[in-house]
């Protein structure tokens, strides 16, 4: 069964950065495509980024483009989002995903296999 545990999250000013991260087990997932999707408070959960085992990366074109970095360490079955220049705006609880996929588009589209719990991150003006 796969189980995947972020951490990272926290309270933070505007302007400053966090790095998420989320351990993946259960599975062997170098093949698979490993990603974020976040969803603040009275809205849906909405894509962010994923990445696939050979490190092509697929975005979410939104606001979050350009200061979020997904990446991947397939030794330690773990995936990476560091997060520069947070606005408040960018507060939300933050979860891990997993699509048994070569394709980052299949995770853009809804598909997911697996979720993390979640982590929160609070972002302060």
């Known amino acids: 069964q796969v189980h995947l545990v972020e951490s990272g999250g926290g309270l933070v000013q505007a302007g400053a950065s966090l790095r998420l991260s989320c351990v993946a087990s259960g599975t062997t997932f170098n093949k698979y495509v490993m990603g974020w999707f976040r969803q603040a408070p009275g809205k849906e959960r909405e894509f962010v980024a994923a990445?696939?085992?050979?490190?092509?990366?697929?975005d979410s074109r939104d606001s979050a483009t350009g200061r979020f970095t997904i990446s991947r360490d397939n030794d330690k079955n773990t995936v990476y989002l560091q997060m520069d220049t947070l606005k408040p705006e960018d507060t939300a609880l933050y979860y891990c995903?997993?699509?048994?996929?070569?394709?980052?588009?299949?995770?853009?589209?809804?598909?997911?296999?697996?979720w993390g719990q979640g982590t929160l991150v609070t972002v302060s003006s």
């Open positions: 990445i696939t085992w050979k490190g092509d990366i697929t």
């Open positions: 995903a997993v699509t048994m996929s070569l394709f980052g588009t299949d995770m853009l589209q809804g598909t997911v296999d697996a």
